[in-house]
C-alpha cells in the first residue's frame, strides 16, 4: 500500500533510486505541501471577506509570515509521519491493511475509539503546551504570535515551530499502539486532520456545537487559554475550559 501511494505522487524513476522511507517522507512532504497551500486557497469565504476588506482583515506581510513559519514545519512534521507509518510496517502499530479482515462493526467501532483515545490526547498535550511555561515560549509561542484575529488567516493552520506539530501528532502514534486501526483510514484521519487544523483559521462561522470550528478556534488564539480541543468542544466541557462565541464576545464588548 504504501509503496503505491509513493508512486502516486512520486516520478518512478525517483521511486527506484531511493529508499522507501526516504521515499514515504518525500510524499508526505509532497502531499503536505500541497494540501496547505490547497485548502487555504479553498477557503472561500474568507478570501472572499478578504477581497471586500483587504488588509483590514489580515495583511499580506502577515500571510506571507504564516506561509515562511509553516513551508519550514511541513518537511520537518513529515519525518514523525513515516515514523508512524514505519511504525505499522514494522508490525509494531495495530494497524491492518484490509476492511474485511476484521469486518464493517468492528470497523467503524475502531474508527470511533481511535477518535476518541486522540480527541482526549491532543486536548491534554495542548493544554499542557500552554500550562507548562518553557514548552509554550520556546515551542508553542510560534504559533500564538497571531493573538489577534487580525493576524489570523487560512495560511497560520500550519505556521508552528516543527516540535509543536510533533507534540500534537504524539497522540495518533500513541493511539495507533493501542487501538486496531485500518491503515489507510488512519492516513485519511491524518489528512483530514490537516485540512481542519486549516479551515478552523479561516475566521468563518464554521459548523455549530460540538465542533470546535473557526470561532471557537479564534477565541483559543484570542484568549490563549480556552478551547484545547481538536475536531470536537466536548473535552473543554468536561474539564471546564470551553468558551462559547456568542458569550466571550458579549462580555469583551462589556
Not at 13 to 25: A, N, S, V
Not at 71 to 87: A, C, D, H, Q, R
Request: charged share 15%; aromatic share 14%.
Amino acid at each position: 500500500q504504501t509503496r503505491s501511494y509513493n508512486e502516486a505522487f512520486l516520478p518512478k524513476q525517483l521511486c527506484l533510486w531511493l529508499p522507501h522511507l526516504c521515499q514515504t517522507w518525500l510524499r508526505l512532504s509532497v502531499v503536505g505541501v500541497l494540501l496547505y497551500f490547497g485548502t487555504s486557497l479553498f477557503c472561500l469565504d474568507f478570501w472572499k471577506r478578504y477581497f471586500a476588506q483587504g488588509s483590514k482583515l489580515v495583511s499580506k506581510q502577515v500571510m506571507l509570515s504564516h506561509i515562511y513559519e509553516s513551508l519550514k514545519s511541513i518537511p520537518v512534521f513529515s519525518i514523525m509521519v513515516t515514523g508512524f507509518e514505519y511504525m505499522a510496517l514494522a508490525g509494531w502499530a495495530k494497524c491492518y491493511p484490509k476492511i474485511s479482515d476484521v469486518g464493517l462493526v468492528a470497523y467503524f467501532c475502531h474508527v470511533i475509539l481511535y477518535l476518541v483515545v486522540v480527541e482526549i490526547g491532543i486536548y491534554w498535550v495542548h493544554r499542557a503546551m500552554h500550562e507548562v511555561k518553557p514548552i509554550y515560549k520556546y515551542i508553542h509561542a510560534t504559533h500564538h504570535r497571531y493573538v489577534k484575529e487580525t493576524t489570523i488567516s487560512p495560511f497560520a493552520g500550519a505556521a508552528a515551530h516543527p516540535l509543536d506539530e510533533m507534540l500534537m501528532a504524539m497522540p495518533h502514534g500513541i493511539a495507533i499502539l493501542l487501538v486496531p486501526i485500518h491503515f489507510s483510514t488512519f492516513l485519511v484521519i491524518f489528512l483530514v486532520e490537516a485540512i481542519w487544523g486549516i479551515i478552523i483559521h479561516d475566521r468563518s462561522q464554521g459548523l455549530g456545537w460540538p465542533f470546535l470550528s473557526a470561532p471557537y478556534h479564534t477565541i483559543h488564539h484570542t484568549s490563549q487559554h480556552r478551547n484545547f480541543g481538536n475536531f470536537t468542544i466536548l473535552m473543554d466541557h468536561l474539564f471546564g475550559t470551553v468558551s462559547h462565541p456568542k458569550s466571550y464576545y458579549r462580555s469583551s464588548s462589556s
